[in-house]
């Protein structure tokens, strides 16, 4: 699995310290909020249970599941919802928990559907931000670590369902992709 990696972006300990540094600020900002964090499966499984355990106060959370890539490497701009949410939206201040902002179609189209069901609010937060490839007009509150328009692995980024368990983030070899 490691020998498939041909640079590393960012080490476990560079993550961990931003994972910590965006709980404290949610954290602080939060404060005399209703915080209902939603992870989008399953890239973001991994920074979700970090984020939340690096969160300080009371938070509520859910899982939602799209689907917008197929197991290729660039977005098609089709986004499929495979799993909604539990429960509704009300009185709830909605924080959407991302992975990786890249084109940003797949979080547009989210945001346009989760506004629809009436949160008190919403906000953004993407741990890694690709931000040479945005199509779409979306700020992130809180954005952790900006990444190369370069396709990236591990922290519970995939390529074809492989590589989620890496604990650092790199660049698969060319070769891994381009057959
Ligand atoms: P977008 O709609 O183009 O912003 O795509 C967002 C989704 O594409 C993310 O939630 C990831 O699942 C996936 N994605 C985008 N870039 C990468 C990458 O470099 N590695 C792995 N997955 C990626
Ligand atoms: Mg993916």
Not at 63 to 68: E, I, K, M, T
Not at 113 to 120: D, F, N
Not at 147 to 171: C, H, M, S, T
């Amino acid at each position: 699995m490691h020998d498939d990696i041909c640079r590393i972006i960012y080490t476990a300990e560079e993550i961990e310290q931003a994972v910590k540094d965006l709980g404290r600020r949610i954290s602080a900002d939060y404060s005399d909020k209703n915080l209902f964090m939603i992870s989008v499966l399953k890239g973001s499984v991994i920074f979700m249970s970090d984020l939340m355990r690096a969160i300080t106060i009371p938070c509520t959370i859910d899982f939602l599941a799209v689907s917008s890539y197929g197991a290729g490497t660039d977005t098609t701009g089709e986004v499929r919802i495979l799993k909604d949410l539990d429960g509704p939206l009300q009185d709830r201040d909605l924080l959407v928990v991302e992975d990786i902002l890249d084109s940003g179609v797949t979080l547009a189209y989210l945001l346009e559907l989760l506004t629809a069901r009436h949160p008190r609010s919403i906000r953004v937060c993407t741990l890694f931000d690709k931000y040479e490839r945005r199509k779409v007009d979306i700020k992130p509150e809180y954005i952790g670590l900006r990444v190369p328009n370069e396709f990236i692995v591990g922290y519970g980024l995939d390529y074809a369902e492989k590589y989620r368990n890496i604990p650092y983030i790199g660049v698969l070899k060319p070769e891994i992709y381009s057959d």
